[in-house]
């Protein structure tokens, strides 16, 4: 089945850049996408690319796509106390029922002050 | 526009109780998805439905059930609760239409907490 990993925790100063890191393992996903998870809340869309496209740029995150690798990772310039949250990867693959998305495990962010 | 919502936020059954969470969405969207979050697992699919009407099966189906009489609604039932299900449920939405391309977007409800004790 599908299978994408993420490391489950990541810590950095404010004001540092932030790469969250994630791979998956089916190479016909169509899209790859990152949401964010604040506390008590539900999971919210960053962005997300294509999967024949290398990198996406959208403000302070950049969306970087190794397909050979199968390595997808997402940069946060900057970054603030307010992006302490859940990060999550998900691929979706077009031959799955309703183009579903699998998710990863999450990385918890914790911004230092 | 609510988006997502999901009615219980909490709840806390006993072993063997049934119940239902419901889940509506006002943006017409077709698609609809049941999540389940639990730690160190991210999220995992139960089940989903394409349109009203219409369910399938995902990842892990077993020990629930879903109906999606109309397009807005999906309802997800546990008819006997066991301990396994305490979790964070999560429904979801998207416009992804059946059999177009392009990303399929969810946007998700605010979660519900199920404790089975």
């Known amino acids: 089945g599908e299978d994408v990993e993420q490391s489950l925790f990541l810590s950095v100063r404010e004001g540092d850049s932030s790469v969250i890191n994630c791979t998956y393992t089916d190479s016909s996903s169509t899209y790859l996408y990152w949401y964010k998870q604040e506390p008590g809340a539900g999971l919210q869309l960053l962005t997300y690319?294509?999967?024949?496209?290398d990198m996406k740029q959208d403000q302070r995150l950049t969306v970087l796509l190794n397909k050979k690798d199968k390595h997808l990772s997402l940069r946060i310039a900057d970054t603030q106390t307010g992006d302490s949250a859940i990060y999550f990867c998900a691929e979706s693959i077009a031959q799955t029922g309703a183009n579903n998305l699998f998710f990863g495990t999450g990385t918890r962010l914790t911004v230092i002050p | 526009n609510a988006g997502v919502t999901q009615t219980p936020k909490f709840r806390v059954l006993k072993t063997g109780q049934s119940m239902t969470l419901l889940c509506a969405q006002d943006?017409?969207?077709?698609?609809m998805y049941w999540y389940r979050q639990d730690p160190g697992m991210g999220l995992r699919l139960i089940h989903y439905s394409v349109g009203e009407g219409t369910t399938a099966k995902g990842e892990v189906p077993d020990g629930y059930n879903v109906s999606r009489l109309k397009k807005q609604n999906f309802l997800l039932g546990l008819e006997s609760a066991a301990p396994s299900q305490t979790s964070v449920y999560f429904c979801?939405?998207?416009?992804f239409g059946q059999g177009a391309s392009g990303a399929n977007v969810l946007t998700f409800g605010a979660g519900s907490r199920l404790t089975v004790l």
């Open positions: 690319i294509f999967s024949n496209m």
């Open positions: 979801a939405s998207s416009y």
């Open positions: 943006m017409n969207h077709e698609y």
